[in-house]
């Protein structure tokens, strides 16, 4: 069971800040995250895609953790523009960290890349249903 929306993006924001993620403690990237928690919560039995399931938990290791890849990526975009804006999530399987990235960072281009094809269906839905543009699958 995930928080509810305004819990999440609290508890999302206040986790950010003590991670020292305070560039990616924005509301609206809290909305994107829960909402892709939210699916992750109804479809992740089905397509069995994370162990992983209690709800401070699924904040930690999977969006927090997944925000310190952002930042790396943030980082190194911002220090040499000839890298371009493309990110490939090879063995993306549940779609961690390139969810999590694809909402973080919207000026970037992701693409999952997973050999398991339930699991890039996962994927593209959930990317589909939380608006992330800048996303595709392989």
């Known amino acids: 069971m995930v928080y509810e929306k305004e819990t999440f993006i609290s508890e999302f924001i206040k986790l950010a800040r ?9 509301p609206a990237i809290g909305a994107r995250l829960h909402c892709i928690a939210q699916n992750l ?4 039995r089905h397509f069995n895609l994370t162990a992983i399931t209690q ?11 997944s925000l310190f890849a952002a930042r790396a990526v943030q980082d190194l975009l911002e220090g040499d523009h000839s890298r371009g ?8 399987g549940g779609g961690f960290p390139s ?10 281009q992701v693409t999952a890349l997973d050999s398991t094809a339930k699991k890039i269906a996962y994927i593209r839905d959930a990317a589909t ?5 800048n996303f595709q699958t392989v």
């Open 18 to 26: 003590q991670a020292g993620l305070e560039s990616f403690g924005d």
């Open 41 to 44: 919560d109804e479809q992740g």
């Open 55 to 65: 709800p401070d938990e699924v904040l930690r290791k999977h969006f927090i953790d």
């Open 85 to 92: 804006n493309t990110l490939l999530d090879v063995g993306s």
């Open 99 to 108: 969810l999590p990235i694809g909402a973080a960072l919207p000026q970037l």
């Open 129 to 133: 249903l939380c608006g992330l543009e």
